[in-house]
């Protein structure tokens, strides 16, 4: 976590808050992030971000724009396809901000996360209720209905080893998938949010990885 000032290869002014919407078609998901105040009023779009289905090796690019004109961040799979697989995320000129695993044992239960920066910080994230995640799983199972979208709203919580959240995902109740992102400081010092968005759209695209 870093309060440099934005240029190549350092952290951007932190944002504390996002709101990410996402938008579904046949074959890829698009996903947009707006800023939003302490009054919870949404800003403009700080990035758009869109996900093909199926893809061998997964790989995601964020652009300032929806015309992708300008590339700001991204995050790509070390390895094809693997339940355990390692996801670097990079700013636009590749410079790491940090990274992303899916703990398939402990997600076996609770899909579970970590999250990790290159100066060693690390946190863990979970699904915030454990009952819901009982109940996504036994969703998932039944054949009729295993393919049809989960019923249940289910969110995320990322811990510093300290126990403090770093990092939350809060998916609302709305005709279209839109969730709520906080990024709040411990010590005076935040999370960036490039990762937390790269991480927010992983936790709804790669749920099932």
Do not use: C
Not at 106 to 111: K, P, Q, W
Not at 152 to 180: I, W
């Amino acid at each position: 976590m870093s309060t440099h000032a934005h240029q190549s290869g350092a952290t951007p002014p932190p944002i504390t808050a996002l709101r990410m919407r996402q938008r579904l078609t046949m074959m890829v998901n698009r996903y947009e992030l707006y800023a939003v105040d302490a009054a919870d009023v949404e800003g403009g779009l700080v990035a758009f971000a869109e996900q093909k289905r199926m893809a061998l090796k997964e790989q995601v690019t964020f652009y300032g724009d929806t015309a992708k004109s300008t590339p700001l961040f991204g995050f790509k799979a070390r390895q094809v396809m693997d339940h355990g697989a390692v996801y670097d995320v990079t700013d636009g000129h590749g410079i790491p901000i940090g990274w992303f695993k899916k703990e398939f044992g402990a997600s076996l239960a609770r899909s579970t996360w970590t999250l990790g920066i290159p100066d060693g910080f690390t946190a863990r994230g979970q699904e915030r209720n454990a009952k819901v995640a009982v109940l996504r799983r036994v969703w998932e199972l039944i054949p009729i209905v295993g393919d049809l979208p989960v019923p249940f709203l289910f969110h995320f919580d990322f811990r510093a080893p300290g126990g403090q959240v770093v990092f939350s995902s809060t998916k609302r109740a709305a005709f279209r998938d839109v969730y709520e992102i906080s990024v709040p400081a411990i010590s005076g010092r935040h999370l960036d949010w490039r990762l937390a968005s790269a991480m927010a759209v992983a936790l709804d695209a790669l749920q099932s990885r």
